[in-house]
């Protein structure tokens, strides 16, 4: 809400693809294009508020488990495959769809011959890469019958030259799948960073490692894996034949008089929760919460946001393109927090959490502002990749007293 008006009487919100996020029943649901998401805890059913996330691509051509068939040794997910696993019989178990998770069960049983498989979600490394490049990797999983002792369950990032040939693996931290309960609460991200000069292709594998000569039995339910380039993984982007892009979200007021915005003093007042990251992919900017513009002129603008250089809540006052920023307190990573910065000639502030205000003394406030853009610069530049749990604006400098008491 802002100022009591419905987000709908307000915002523009665009995006130029179809996207995900958990219903209020906590169902992995699509919101068509241009149609915000308001996401829920999958788990809690709490709601966690509007979701602004960066454009990202799934590389993972199949996370829907299309093709897959259960039987002895039944059918894989059309373009998966199974590597390594030697001395094992191989079991599609099931397959199925759990709260709008797509999955499928597989059991791995017998007598090691090796020490590693991989469940591969491509049967040759397609995915362009290069060195030094991070790519997140993400997968609902867990445990289903049988038991994982004496087993290591990681992602691992494969490289390839640019002739296919395989030079090594990344491995992300060991994970333990929970056993049983819901795919929904069973979510593991890791972000690897490619090492090899001469890689040209990489490719996503779900690894287990064990001993040599050990008897193992175990079934995994795998549901909607992600690839994807970036330093943190995103919200699930499904996928049926084909790498499918979800664009960048874009909220933005274009008629400041529906909120009462004043040029020459006011309040802006945030809740959000962010992501376990402090930058963006998008832009190279620190990711933003609010960016009050001109639309005329990218010069005049104020903006709120969580510095990329050491995650601080900041805030900044651009005029004539020179910027003038205020830092507070540590926003740490996933955490809730509220955020307000005032802004009047000569006194501007921000107060994160109740704490200590941040002063500025910036004498000289842009002009021309007349677009508020949430969660990102008008959707060409940081992206919050996160949730808004409230945006309100007030018409004045509130004093310290009421800042601190506005974000408690």
């Known amino acids: 809400m802002l100022v009591s008006k419905n987000f709908s009487d307000l915002v523009t919100l665009t995006r130029a693809s179809a996207a995900w996020s958990f219903s209020a029943g906590g169902v992995l649901t699509q919101a068509a294009a241009n149609v915000p998401r308001l996401d829920y805890d999958p788990i809690t059913r709490a709601a966690r508020g509007l979701l602004i996330e960066e454009q990202r691509v799934n590389v993972i051509r199949n996370n829907s488990m299309v093709g897959a068939v259960a039987g002895a040794p039944g059918t894989m997910p059309t373009n998966w495959n199974v590597g390594g696993f030697a001395g094992l019989t191989r079991q599609i178990t099931a397959v199925g769809v759990e709260d709008g998770i797509p999955y499928f069960e597989v059991r791995m049983s017998g007598t090691t011959g090796d020490t590693v498989g991989a469940f591969f979600v491509d049967p040759t490394p397609t995915v362009a890469g290069a060195n030094g490049q991070v790519w997140s990797q993400s997968t609902f999983c867990v445990l289903v019958a049988g038991s994982l002792s004496g087993i290591s369950i990681k992602h691992g990032l494969y490289q390839h030259d640019a002739a296919q040939a395989y030079l090594s693996t990344v491995n992300g931290p060991n994970f333990v799948p929970p056993s049983g309960g819901k795919l929904s609460a069973a979510w593991r991200s890791d972000a690897i960073t490619a090492n090899r000069p001469e890689t040209a292709y990489l490719r996503y594998g779900l690894v287990a490692s064990y001993a040599n000569g050990a008897t193992v039995d175990f079934t995994l339910r795998i549901g909607a894996p992600q690839f994807e380039l970036g330093t943190f993984a995103t919200s699930t982007i499904l996928t049926t034949g084909a790498q499918v892009t979800r664009a960048v979200d874009s909220a933005i007021i274009t008629d400041l008089s529906k909120i009462g915005f004043n ?79 005032a802004y009047k000639s000569g006194d501007n502030a921000l107060c994160l959490n109740g704490a200590v205000v941040n002063t500025l003394g910036q004498m000289t406030l842009p002009s021309g502002i007349d677009r508020m853009s949430i969660g990102s610069y008008g959707g060409s530049s940081g992206s919050w990749s996160g949730w808004l749990t409230s945006v309100n604006y007030i018409p004045q400098r509130a004093i310290n007293s009421k800042l601190q008491t506005l974000t408690t």
């Open 263 to 341: 040029p020459s003093e006011g309040t802006v007042v945030i809740g959000g929760e962010c992501y376990n990251a402090n930058a963006v992919q998008q832009g190279g900017s620190s990711p933003r919460l609010m960016v009050l513009y001109s639309s005329a002129n990218s010069n005049e603008n104020m903006s709120m946001y969580r510095s990329s250089a050491g995650n601080q809540a900041g805030a900044s006052i651009t005029t004539g393109g020179a910027g003038y920023p205020v830092v507070g307190p540590v926003i740490p990573s996933g955490s809730k927090f509220k955020l307000a910065f």
